[in-house]
């Protein structure tokens, strides 16, 4: 039994123990308060001292080794030779020099003292010698006093004149020997700069304080009520390194930051870190800056690829972009695969409909074909930018209907007499099109090098495997001899071709059925009801997004408009059916073993559902119409950042790129030349040129539009050139197409190639260039010595001079083609502008080889060889001599 | 030495007069104070029993100062408009010396004394004191749990971020449909109350929650609710006092 | 005095020994394909230049059944050692419209003389991706270029001219090289003891590789066989 506790009177109970516990509590609490403040929120000191830390030791290893390559011997020699010349100082010779010197400077005081002193007197004279002639006093007296007084000045300049060569004379010799030791003084620091700018960047390094950078951009957007606010990024704390080169391949968070030329244009000190990469810019925790812990801060860190989202924020109107790949690869997808036509999105409101019109198709394919190919695009053609609708029979016989109804009525006719295609060869025919360019954008069966070029999973024009069981023959005749006679909008070349190349070439393509069999289906076409439901169908998928359909010409976006769809919250998202992966599971998008599907509740995990299956959050009650696309992971990933993108907090307009008139023309061009898909043959802005890898030589194949074309050819003539090409090179058998251009499309492409290579946009007149006829006769002497007319035929080609035009273009061209200043960098160095060009260079160190002309030298040798080709072309066109 | 520091004049101008530990003395240094008056001079024995009560009253009040003290350090950095509003709790996160300390220590002195007026309610509840004499205190405790519960109300709107807006967007949503004074309330629109003139429109400065409400909820967070609160404190403290001190068990009185 | 005069000899020997020689043969099995004549008709100096129809030299098998311009190189086995380049040149010569030699092996930043000893314009392209390309003319006779190399690889050389003229340039980090001569035979001289690999590369045939052992005595040999078929 325990014993009874002793009755304490309540008064005078002792609770000192519980208060000094509860004191030694409290005061803990504040101690941890206070360090919790101090160290582990601030967990940025640390870090700045790690950076310090690791930039000493870089510092300190360049530093050593300067050290370990400083020649010690020359160091003390040098040295040696520096205290002899102080030594010398000590010498008689100088010593007298400078002793005499002094006694000059004293004499020199002295008489410039007395000189000064004279014109006093002088000044005084000649006073009284006025007031004398005013007061009628004794004038001749006075001024022979003043003259006097001008006899001494005279004297006293004599003298100091005197003086003063005499310390020249001896500076002479002072001066000889006090340059000697600082001349061996600068030697000697010379050997240390290296040392000493080590030494000075560590010292500097040892001194950095520890403290919060931050780059404030005031007036940078608009709050949600309309308030005007700046943005302050404090990332530099710890990421201290981010400008340094030494910490290229220093762990994170001291990396120095990649691609330095970009960062030139985009300075973190002036644009902040957080407008290309979002996240929390004043947090000074890692969790908090980047969003990964404040799960309310709506713009956590870009990461991967989805950085190139924000370029859009500012530059929304461009297509190609020179540091961001994924974003240009991105909105090429977007421009191809033709979004807009069903969904509003920034940027490219004015984008034209990526598909053919369907007004006239009973002329060119039959009715079950056009029944199969609108339930599944992708049976027929794998690669075909049209997606799957997923359409019902019934609803494709409908629409099959009504196309073929709007289409009845056509205007179009064959011009030539059916059969006018037959007789043609297809093994010519077959070599033909691999080889006068057709391949470039139409794949046939296993021929794959365009294609995996391209690196996407859509083509930009049909396959050809199977168009011997979708068209007629003759419609491929006519089509491809001529194809704006069917589709005057077509973007479809034409490639110039001989009735008996068409021939050939048809019969070719003749050949390429599609080998396997269908079960008949009966299509109903002429049940009026089907043509209405048909009708109704086009008008509730969308159709008209992509193709020209009579009638639908004023029909609005079938879709939501995603120009602000990157703000959508997920919470907002429709999942449908499918099953959720946890936020800490790696993967987003999963198929399951039992056919359900289960993706991230997250507005990347829905995207990235949608795009792969964007039929994948249908349920019973609420169908989906967008059609099923087929794109692989990245191109999925990469309109996923597209996306992104898509919001309406963009900076103030100060803060955007100036997308002035002339970015508009130039981009203008840039979106004209993808749409013709120049890009498929000739190698623009560091994309395209897909079919330059089957040529070995790079010379074989289509010409690299480089930044450099602009400053090439003369606008006159790339505007004929354009309208209809002609040949340059002719040991090409790839051939430029006529592409129908028009005057307005032309002066885009144009103004486009001018503004790529920095050029005015302006059309100059070359006809009045003049030729300086002192370079006339040196110029047609050096074409001789340096015997460029060995592979530049310059004049009419004789049928015996064959192999020589196989080389080169003909120099008769020039002076209506080239400009004047190109042809001057052209010769001084043809592998700067065009790498791997077949030209040679002539000019080795500023000197040519053939001295007796201008003593080889390299600029007058230039202009000389010019204004002899320049004159063969004007020979020509005036068909003298 | 000490006394020697007592005979000088700036000691004697400090204190007034010394100190004789006498029982008048005792009892003067409380009754003379003007923080301590409100104290009694004397306690019966059972008012030590820290168990009976656990001092809840007394800790909500303590958490009330301490949420005054640190309310006003948080004034100095707090704007309360829409355009620096939550800027300002940012930066007071972010920038300010011990700013997150303030800050934590204020929301959670604020949900540590709901709780603990909770407590202390249950407690009075459960120990029968508000039977008489003490309805009146008990009324007067309710009118303050009410006011303590509206000083979280208007501070949680303060960081001005989607909680907040959100949060006091349905709280006073229900405020239309008060009687009377509701635009969506039994006889409120007979009464001529229009969405721009009820009750809720007096909330919150306009139809729905914007700048005008920031401060408006500010200003009361700040001023006129504490100061209502200090007022009601005041009664409710002096009442206990009135109505025989603090409670205790009733075999306990006896001694 | 004999005795010192044999022990300085033997000291002689010895030293050598310390460097060994790796030589060997490259066979050549099947039927030769026939070489194609190079048509020199485009430009008439080259084509007066020879009396004799010239052949192409992409497959060139000796009488003895061996293959010529055969590189063959020490591919693995220095250890990184790092090798100077020594200062004479290589000349590589254009004479009568052809390369000569048609496959050579120079070392990195030695030099390279390239020599046009023919009264035409010649270009030199080298066809280089790792070296910086370059497309240099040559337009008189007696002209001379320099050129070094700063990274390991193997090229081709082309006129554009004359688009038959073809050449091979093999840039090494070391002098441990050798190129078939016309009986097929090469040797690499100066290798300390120790096991290699081997590399041979011919333009057509491709490379094959082998170990080879060189032994206290200096000496190994290492031979390979190409196929026709």
């Not at chain 1, 011009?415 to 360019?437: C, M, P, Q």
């Not at chain 2, 408009?81 to 996160?93: G, N, P, V």
């Not at chain 3, 090494?172 to 290798?191: E, Q, W």
Request: a neutral charge; glycine letters at 6%; one cysteine or more.
């Amino acid at each position: 039994m325990p014993e009874e506790k002793p009755n304490i009177p309540v008064e005078q109970k002792d609770y000192s123990k519980l208060y000094l516990i509860f004191s030694a509590i409290l005061f803990l609490g504040t101690a941890w308060a206070v360090w919790d403040e101090v160290k582990v929120r601030r967990p940025w000191k640390d870090y700045q001292e790690g950076y310090q830390q690791l930039l000493v030791e870089h510092l300190d290893s360049l530093r050593a080794a300067a050290e370990s390559e400083l020649d010690s011997a020359t160091v003390v020699d040098l040295n040696a030779q520096r205290d002899k010349a102080v030594a010398d100082l000590q010498s008689e010779e100088y010593q007298e020099a400078v002793s005499q010197k002094n006694v000059l400077l004293k004499d020199l005081d002295l008489a410039t003292r007395e000189w000064r002193f004279a014109r006093s007197r002088s000044d005084a004279a000649y006073y009284s010698y006025q007031k004398a002639m005013l007061e009628g006093g004794d004038a001749a007296s006075a001024k022979a006093e003043v003259q006097k007084h001008e006899d001494d000045i005279a004297d006293y300049a004599k003298e100091i004149e005197s003086l003063n060569a005499k310390i020249a004379e001896l500076d002479v010799t002072i001066n000889k020997y006090n340059d000697q030791v600082e001349k061996l003084n600068a030697e000697i620091t010379g050997m240390f700069a290296t040392i000493n700018a080590h030494t000075l960047k560590l010292e500097r390094t040892r001194e950095m304080p520890i403290a919060i950078r931050q780059v404030m951009l005031n007036d940078y957007e608009f709050t949600p009520f309309q308030e005007i606010k700046a943005r302050i990024d404090r990332c530099q704390t710890c990421h201290a390194g981010w400008a340094e080169p030494l910490m290229a391949d220093a762990p994170q968070p001291y990396t120095q930051h990649p691609l330095p030329e970009l960062l030139s244009k985009h300075n973190p000190e002036s644009f902040g870190c957080t407008p290309c990469h979002r996240g929390q810019g004043p947090a000074l925790t890692a969790g908090f800056a980047h969003g990964d812990d404040d799960h309310y801060w709506e713009t956590p860190i870009l990461r991967g690829i989805d950085v190139y989202a924000t370029c859009n924020s500012c530059h929304v109107n461009e297509t190609v972009l020179k540091y961001a790949a994924p974003f240009t690869k991105a909105k090429q997808i977007i421009l191809d695969s033709g979004c807009n036509g069903c969904h509003n999105i920034k940027g490219f409101e004015e984008a034209p409909k990526i598909g053919p019109p369907l007004n006239s198709l009973p002329k060119k394919v039959q009715a079950d074909w056009l029944f199969r190919w609108v339930r599944n695009p992708k049976d027929y053609n794998e690669h075909t930018r049209m997606p799957n609708f997923k359409l019902s029979n019934e609803e494709a016989e409908a629409i099959t209907a009504f196309l073929m109804d709007v289409g009845k009525d056509a205007e179009f006719q064959f011009t030539r007499s059916r059969g006018s295609y037959a007789g043609g060869s297809s093994a010519r025919g077959k070599l033909l099109f691999e080889s006068v360019g057709c391949q470039a954008c139409h794949t046939v069966g296993d021929e794959q090098t365009v294609r995996t070029n391209r690196a996407l999973t859509f083509d930009i024009a049909p396959e050809l495997t199977r168009v011997g069981s979708k068209v007629s023959a003759d419609w491929m005749f006519d089509w491809i001899k001529n194809p704006r006679h069917y589709n005057p909008e077509t973007r479809m070349p034409s490639l110039r071709l001989t009735d008996d190349e068409a021939r050939n070439i048809v019969a070719y393509l003749n050949t390429l059925k599609d080998t396997r069999t269908f079960e008949r289906t009966a299509l109903d076409l002429n049940n009026p009801d089907k043509i209405k439901f048909g009708d109704k169908l086009v008008r509730d998928y969308g159709c008209f997004g992509c193709h020209a359909i009579k009638g639908t010409e004023n029909e609005g976006k079938v879709s939501v408009d995603l120009s602000d769809f990157g703000r959508k919250k997920y919470e907002q998202m429709d999942f449908g059916n499918t099953h959720e992966l946890s936020h800490d599971d790696t993967t987003e998008y999963q198929e399951n073993s039992d056919g359900t599907v289960s993706v991230k509740h997250s507005w990347a995990g829905w995207v990235y559902g949608k795009l792969k299956n964007p039929r994948l959050y249908e349920t019973e009650r609420i169908p989906q119409r967008m059609p099923v696309f087929t794109f692989n992971d990245e191109e999925i990933r990469l309109i996923r950042m597209f996306l992104t993108s898509m919001t309406k907090d963009v900076p103030v307009a100060n803060y955007q790129h100036n997308f002035n008139k002339r970015q508009q023309e130039i981009e203008a061009g840039r979106r004209l030349t993808q749409y013709y898909n120049c890009i498929q043959c000739h190698e623009m802005e560091g994309r395209g040129g897909y079919i330059l890898t089957k040529y070995e030589e790079e010379a074989m194949g289509p010409p690299k539009i480089f930044e450099s074309q602009g400053a090439k050819v003369q606008e006159p003539w790339l505007h004929e050139f354009l309208q209809g090409p002609t040949t340059i090179r002719p040991w090409l058998d790839i051939r430029m197409p006529t592409f129908n251009l028009t005057d307005a499309e032309i002066s885009t492409i144009t103004k486009y190639f001018l503004g790529t290579s920095k050029q005015e946009l302006m059309i100059r007149d070359y006809a009045a260039t003049p030729i300086d006829s002192k370079y006339l006769a040196p110029g047609r002497q050096l074409f001789d010595a340096y015997q460029c007319a060995k592979c530049h035929p310059a004049g009419r080609v004789s049928s015996d001079e064959v192999s020589a035009s196989d080389l080169a273009p003909n120099l008769t061209m020039a002076a209506s083609r080239l400009k004047p200043e190109w042809i001057l960098s052209w010769l001084h160095d043809p592998q700067a502008l065009q790498p791997g060009t077949r030209m040679p260079a002539y000019f080795y160190e500023g000197k040519g080889p053939d001295e007796s002309v201008f003593d080889g030298v390299e600029t007058e040798q230039i202009k000389a060889l010019r204004a002899h080709v320049w004159s063969l072309g004007r020979q020509r066109s005036t068909a003298s001599k | 030495m000490f006394d020697q520091l007592k005979k000088t004049e700036v000691y004697k101008s400090i204190f007034r007069h010394s100190y004789q530990d006498t029982q008048r003395n005792r009892a003067l240094q409380i009754v003379d104070n003007v923080f301590l008056h409100l104290h009694p001079v004397r306690v019966p024995r059972h008012a030590t029993n820290l168990s009976y009560t656990w001092g809840m009253g007394g800790i909500t009040f303590l958490l009330f100062l301490i949420l005054t003290i640190t309310g006003v350090i948080l004034m100095f950095y707090y704007r309360p408009t829409a355009q620096y509003a939550y800027e300002d709790m940012k930066y007071l996160m972010n920038d300010v010396p011990f700013g997150p300390l303030i800050r934590n220590m204020h929301r959670w002195a604020a949900h540590a004394m709901v709780l603990t007026v909770m407590l202390h309610m249950f407690r009075v509840f459960l120990t029968g004191s508000y039977k008489p004499p003490r309805q009146f205190n008990w009324v007067v405790g309710v009118l303050l749990l009410v006011l303590t519960l509206l000083l979280s109300f208007s501070g949680y709107l303060l960081p001005w971020d989607q909680l907040s807006i959100w949060a006091v967007t349905v709280g006073t949503n229900m405020a239309r449909a008060t009687p009377l004074l509701g635009h969506e309330g039994p006889l409120g629109p007979e009464l001529g109350m229009r969405i721009d003139n009820d009750v809720r429109f007096v909330l919150l400065g306009g139809t729905e929650v914007g700048p005008p409400t920031l401060l408006r909820f500010y200003v009361g967070h700040c001023i006129f609710l504490p100061l209502i609160a200090v007022i009601f404190m005041a009664v409710h403290f002096w009442r206990v006092r009135k109505d025989g001190g603090i409670s205790g068990p009733e075999a306990a009185k006896k001694i | 005095m004999k005795r010192i005069l044999c022990s300085i000899a033997m000291l002689g020997i010895s030293f050598c020994a310390l460097a060994g020689d790796v030589t060997g043969k490259v066979s050549f099995d099947g039927k030769a394909p026939a070489a194609a004549r190079l048509r020199m008709d485009a430009d008439k100096i080259c084509a007066r230049a020879h009396k004799a129809p010239v052949m192409g030299e992409d497959v060139v098998v000796n009488k003895n059944g061996t293959l010529k311009n055969v590189l063959i190189y020490v591919k693995d086995g220095l250890g990184g050692k790092k090798f100077d380049a020594p200062k004479d040149k290589v000349v590589f010569d254009q004479e009568g419209c052809v390369y000569d030699p048609h496959v050579l092996g120079i070392m990195v930043g030695q030099t390279l003389e390239v020599l046009n000893s023919d009264p035409t314009l010649h270009n030199v392209h080298s066809l280089s991706k790792a070296n910086t390309q370059f497309n240099q003319a040559m337009p008189m006779k007696g002209m001379k270029l320099t050129k070094t190399f700063d990274k390991v690889e193997t090229f081709k050389v082309k006129c554009e001219v004359h688009p038959w003229m073809g050449a091979y340039i093999g840039v090494f980090n070391h002098p441990y090289y050798a190129v078939t001569d016309d009986n097929g035979n090469f040797t690499i001289k100066g290798l300390s003891a120790g096991t290699y690999t081997l590399e041979a590369w011919h333009e057509k045939y491709g490379t094959q590789t082998m170990k080879v052992t060189v032994d206290a005595s200096g000496k190994a040999t290492a031979d390979f066989k190409y196929s026709g078929k």
